[in-house]
């Protein structure tokens, strides 16, 4: 069974530029969570998604970051204009329902923004 | 709000050698506790788990105990190898299935 699949796996970019990641999660995973990982610290929940609803999106930066899951299936996190902060691994998780004990995470996206 | 404070690292061990790795947390209710580890250019991979006080998790030899009297979930495994050598993330996630709080991470290095 294939794990979670997220591309790029690397990316550089210049400040003010636009970056998009991209997540499949596993097969039959309704719930869908995005991450951001800085250097040296854990992952901190971005948002959650049930199917294709977001269900809890607070620690999204609004202005900047956007997110979507059409759906229900893969999904994508968007930064524009991005800044030298949002350097970090975005990491994508999935689960087979809300609750569920295990969370199956991709590789991660390392974004370096100069 | 929940929050996940682990032994700060990096810790370095010799093949074979007892490791600990401590963790405690604070919460309200009774949540779940985690242990993830994070191998060189991978995702986080669950390694152990509990759901109750007094719950014992354990897989590939490490093991951690619920102890909600000390709030704590210390990683502990008898006998490491050089394969062991990873991040280990402690974590929680609250009663209500809400948010996953992660610790900062430990980097484990385990040398031949």
């Known amino acids: 069974e294939a794990g979670v699949v997220q591309s790029p796996r690397y990316k550089i970019i210049e400040k003010k530029q636009p970056v998009a990641f991209w997540c499949n999660p596993i097969s039959g995973h309704n719930t869908l969570y995005w991450y951001r990982q800085n250097l040296g610290q854990g992952p901190e929940l971005l948002i959650r998604?049930?199917?294709?609803?977001?269900?809890?999106d607070s620690q999204l930066p609004k202005d900047r970051f956007s997110a979507e899951r059409l759906k229900g299936v893969d999904s994508t996190l968007k930064i524009q204009p991005a800044e030298l902060g949002d350097s970090a691994v975005y990491l994508c998780a999935s689960s087979l329902v809300r609750g569920a004990e295990t969370q199956y995470f991709g590789p991660g996206t390392r974004l370096l923004v100069l | 709000g929940d929050s996940v404070t682990q032994m700060e690292g990096p810790v370095t061990l010799s093949e074979e050698a007892f490791l600990t790795i401590n963790c405690t947390y604070t919460?309200?209710?009774?949540?779940?506790l985690f242990w993830y580890v994070q191998y060189p250019g991978e995702g986080l991979q669950l390694l152990l788990k509990?759901?109750?006080?007094?719950d014992k998790g354990s897989n590939k030899g490490f093991e951690a105990t619920y102890r909600k009297e000390t709030t704590s979930f210390h990683l502990e495994k008898g006998s490491v190898q050089v394969s062991d050598s990873a991040v280990y993330f402690c974590a929680l996630r609250p009663a209500n299935a809400g948010k996953s709080t992660f610790g900062d991470g430990t980097t484990l290095t385990v040398k031949p």
């Open positions: 509990a759901t109750k006080a007094d």
């Open positions: 919460a309200t209710g009774y949540p779940s």
């Open positions: 998604y049930e199917n294709e609803e977001a269900v809890d």
